[in-house]
């Protein structure tokens, strides 16, 4: 490994123990709910504003992962109000990531969020209209998810060459 892989590594674990440790400090600070909410934000707002940076995406990500922590510990407490703020803010960003751990894209994961935050407090603005956005993008792509009709022995469902039957010479 060089030198700049190493010191790379060795910011990302002093990031790293750095972010744990200002998780554990805002949960023993106090019980309080709404300074765990703004701590949440604030979480979610430098996730949000975090550029691409020089590196490839390792302080974006331990951002990210930290305002997801925080949104989701606010998304599952008692609060309903609170836990529908959090679910449109991971909605928010479930929207601008990748595919989750149980294949859903990140339009199906944002729906599902908003969903839940409409069913937690139903007279959340932003989650109305963040969840009529996420409905319209999805029926606009119109491309079905799964195996499609008359797909060919060697189809497996995508479009394109290999989709229908095999022919004969060219």
Do not use: C, W
């Amino acid at each position: 490994m060089s030198r700049s892989r190493l010191g790379l590594a060795a910011i990302a674990l002093v990031a790293a123990i750095a972010l744990v440790g200002a998780g554990l400090a805002v949960r023993a600070r106090s019980n309080d709910e709404n300074a765990r909410l703004r701590a949440a934000v604030a979480a979610y707002e430098a996730a949000a504003g975090a550029g691409r940076g020089f590196d490839s995406g390792l302080t974006r990500t331990n951002l990210r992962s930290r305002a997801q922590a925080l949104l989701t510990d606010i998304a599952v407490a008692h609060d309903r109000k609170a836990a529908a703020q959090a679910d449109v803010l991971l909605g928010v960003l479930a929207a601008a990531g990748g595919r989750s751990a149980d294949g859903q894209t990140p339009d199906e994961l944002s729906r599902d969020l908003f969903e839940t935050a409409v069913r937690l407090d139903n007279a959340n603005v932003a989650a109305k209209f963040d969840l009529e956005l996420a409905v319209r993008r999805l029926r606009a792509i119109g491309t079905r998810t799964g195996p499609g009709q008359g797909s060919g022995p060697r189809g497996g469902g995508r479009r394109g060459a290999g989709a229908g039957l095999p022919g004969r010479g060219y």
